[in-house]
């Protein structure tokens, strides 16, 4: 099993910035990939980014490519999305999930492990 734990989220400006933190523990041999997903209300979950851990490689959905950076520390098993240039339609509930290997593109059937979630709210 692998325990993922986010931090960082809170309330910005448009234009503003955040930096999320997803924080893995547990058996983190089987979290290879780690995405970040996002929930706005009435939504469904979306795939904004993931890394595969053993090579750094990053994927980014459309949306928030040129804006979002997505990292890692490999010695504190923690992936972090570094969000710039953010605007009201990122509000959302941010997700950390993980799973022994990345797919091709970024989708919630995808993913075996699942934190609690953050909230990222930008105001206009």
């Known amino acids: 099993q692998v325990q993922l734990v986010e931090s960082g989220g809170g309330s910005v400006q448009a234009g503003g910035s955040l930096r999320l933190s997803c924080a893995a523990s547990?058996?983190?041999?089987?979290?290879?990939?780690v995405g970040w997903f996002r929930q706005a209300p009435g939504k469904e979950r979306e795939g904004v980014a993931r890394?595969?851990?053993?090579?750094?490689?990053?994927y980014y959905d459309d949306s928030v490519k040129g804006r979002f950076t997505i990292s890692q520390d490999i010695p504190d098993n923690t992936v972090y999305l570094q969000m710039n240039s953010l605007q009201p339609e990122d509000t959302a509930i941010y997700y950390c999930?993980?799973?022994?290997?990345?797919?091709?593109?970024?989708?919630?059937?995808?993913?075996?492990?699942w934190g609690q979630g953050t909230q990222v709210t930008v105001s206009s």
């Open positions: 999930a993980a799973d022994s290997r990345c797919f091709f593109g970024i989708q919630v059937a995808d993913f075996d492990y």
């Open positions: 547990g058996s983190t041999y089987s979290a290879n990939c």
């Open positions: 890394i595969n851990r053993r090579t750094g490689l990053p």
